[in-house]
């Protein structure tokens, strides 16, 4: 059984930077790809960013191509988020994901959800 708790959220201008943060409580033996995912209201879950457990593949929505960046340090059980350029449009409750694998994601485990609200 694995927990994962996200932090960083909260309001920042357009054009600003935020860098999120999801940890992973409990049982993290073993290798798990994970991956953020953003809801805004009214709006569908959407995939924003993917990366593999050794971090080397990584997969971006085209929304957030050049302007998000993923990674992950196993060694403290977290995934990263950095949120440059943000845009109103990003503004969403942000979600990550724990899965086996890549192709497997999103998987059963989630995190409650960090809001990020974007000015214009």
């Known amino acids: 059984q694995v927990q994962l708790v996200e932090s960083g959220g909260g309001l920042v201008q357009a054009g600003g930077s935020l860098r999120l943060s999801c940890a992973a409580f409990?049982?993290?033996?073993?290798?798990?790809?994970m991956g953020w995912y953003r809801q805004a209201p009214g709006k569908e879950r959407e995939f924003v960013a993917s990366i593999s457990w050794s971090g080397i593949r990584t997969v971006y929505a085209d929304s957030v191509k050049g302007r998000f960046t993923i990674s992950r340090d196993n060694a403290k059980n977290t995934v990263y988020l950095q949120m440059n350029s943000l845009k109103p449009e990003d503004t969403a409750i942000y979600i990550c994901n724990a899965a086996p694998d890549l192709g497997r994601l999103p998987g059963d485990t989630w995190g409650q959800g960090t809001q990020v609200t974007v000015s214009s």
């Open positions: 409990g049982r993290t033996s073993g290798s798990y790809a």
